[in-house]
């Protein structure tokens, strides 16, 4: 069932919607939560984020962007290492940590990554820290989205696992 869950989260990603109120953190976190094999829950959300990056630059941007985005990638796989520690105690309050932590996470990965590869910002202290400020308004939307999409994903998780009478992780 977890697979599910991943292809759902990229089909709401092809969607429109505001900057960064994606269920793509979500789907890392709660792969990483979920998936019985560890490798497995970083790899098939990756691939599906890659795969979805190619169709999103492809069919939304007409190929003007371009799609290799190992930074993006990097601060994804990182929420889904947070999501291995849930793994064996899932509390609302441990999920919410690790939603913001995971959300943290992706900010200072990814734009840690346009500061880097890009020319936008000179390559300095003060330079990466324009670039910081510059996306904390993306960080709000980032937040939000992953909070509600981990809500609705682990809630959801849970209570099918209920219906179904089988035994979820922290149930």
Do not use: E
């Given at each position: 069932?977890?697979?599910?869950?991943?292809?759902?989260a990229v089909l709401?990603?092809?969607?429109p919607h505001?900057?960064?109120v994606?269920?793509i953190g979500?789907?890392f976190l709660f792969?990483?939560?979920?998936?019985q094999?560890?490798?497995?829950?970083?790899l098939?959300?990756?691939?599906a984020?890659?795969?979805?990056?190619i169709v999103?630059i492809?069919?939304?941007?007409?190929g003007?962007?371009p799609?290799?985005s190992?930074?993006t990638?990097?601060?994804?796989?990182?929420i889904?290492?947070v999501?291995?520690?849930?793994?064996?105690n899932?509390?609302?309050s441990?999920?919410?940590?690790?939603s913001?932590t995971g959300s943290?996470?992706?900010?200072?990965?990814?734009?840690?990554?346009?500061w880097?590869?890009?020319?936008?910002?000179?390559r300095?202290?003060s330079?990466l820290?324009?670039?910081?400020?510059?996306a904390?308004p993306f960080?709000?939307?980032t937040?939000l989205?992953?909070?509600?999409?981990v809500i609705l994903?682990f809630?959801?998780?849970?209570?099918?696992?209920h219906?179904?009478g089988?035994?979820?992780a922290g149930a």
């Amino acid at each position: 069932m977890p697979l599910l869950y991943v292809v759902l989260a990229v089909l709401l990603r092809l969607l429109p919607h505001p900057w960064n109120v994606t269920p793509i953190g979500a789907m890392f976190l709660f792969s990483g939560a979920t998936f019985q094999r560890k490798t497995s829950s970083l790899l098939v959300p990756l691939l599906a984020l890659v795969i979805s990056d190619i169709v999103v630059i492809q069919v939304l941007y007409g190929g003007q962007h371009p799609w290799f985005s190992p930074f993006t990638w990097l601060g994804f796989v990182s929420i889904g290492l947070v999501g291995w520690a849930l793994r064996a105690n899932l509390s609302p309050s441990r999920l919410l940590s690790a939603s913001l932590t995971g959300s943290l996470l992706f900010f200072l990965i990814s734009n840690f990554g346009v500061w880097a590869s890009g020319d936008l910002y000179p390559r300095t202290w003060s330079g990466l820290l324009a670039c910081y400020a510059a996306a904390i308004p993306f960080f709000r939307n980032t937040v939000l989205g992953d909070l509600f999409y981990v809500i609705l994903m682990f809630g959801s998780y849970h209570w099918l696992g209920h219906q179904r009478g089988t035994r979820v992780a922290g149930a």
